[in-house]
């Protein structure tokens, strides 16, 4: 059974940064490719980022300039480094897994086969 784990989350000040981690226990991970998406309280899940397997990444178009995903296929994780962080960036993050490789819309979440449970990132003074 495929399991997606993230970490790194917690409560941050305007302005600062986070990397959150999504450890995969997958045989094929570098076959998938990866996203992050964010549930705001009282909102519905959107699309963050995506990465494929030759580690081309899009992105929500805003917060395009302050994040960047990556991936690390010997450590089965995918990252989210996420800057200059400000209170509309509270949310649950999750990581989500394509294991077709190659999909398209990308930002779609039905394109994607595994998800994790989440980690709360907060951001307020």
């Known amino acids: 059974q495929v399991q997606l784990v993230e970490s790194g989350g917690g409560s941050v000040q305007p302005g600062g940064s986070v990397r959150l981690s999504c450890v995969a226990s997958?045989?094929?991970?570098?076959?998938?490719?990866w996203g992050w998406f964010r549930q705001a309280p009282g909102k519905g899940r959107e699309f963050v980022a995506h990465?494929?397997?030759?580690?081309?990444?899009w992105y929500k178009d805003s917060p395009k300039d302050r994040f960047s995903i990556s991936r690390d296929n010997a450590k089965n994780t995918v990252y989210l480094q996420m800057n200059n962080l400000g209170p509309a960036d509270t949310a649950i993050y999750y990581c989500?897994?394509?294991?077709?490789?190659?999909?398209?819309?990308?930002?779609?979440?039905?394109?994607?086969?595994?998800w994790g449970q989440g980690t709360q990132v907060t951001v307020s003074a």
């Open positions: 989500a897994g394509a294991r077709a490789g190659k999909i398209w819309p990308y930002w779609l979440e039905s394109k994607y086969d595994d």
């Open positions: 997958v045989a094929t991970f570098e076959d998938y490719a």
């Open positions: 990465i494929t397997q030759g580690n081309n990444d």
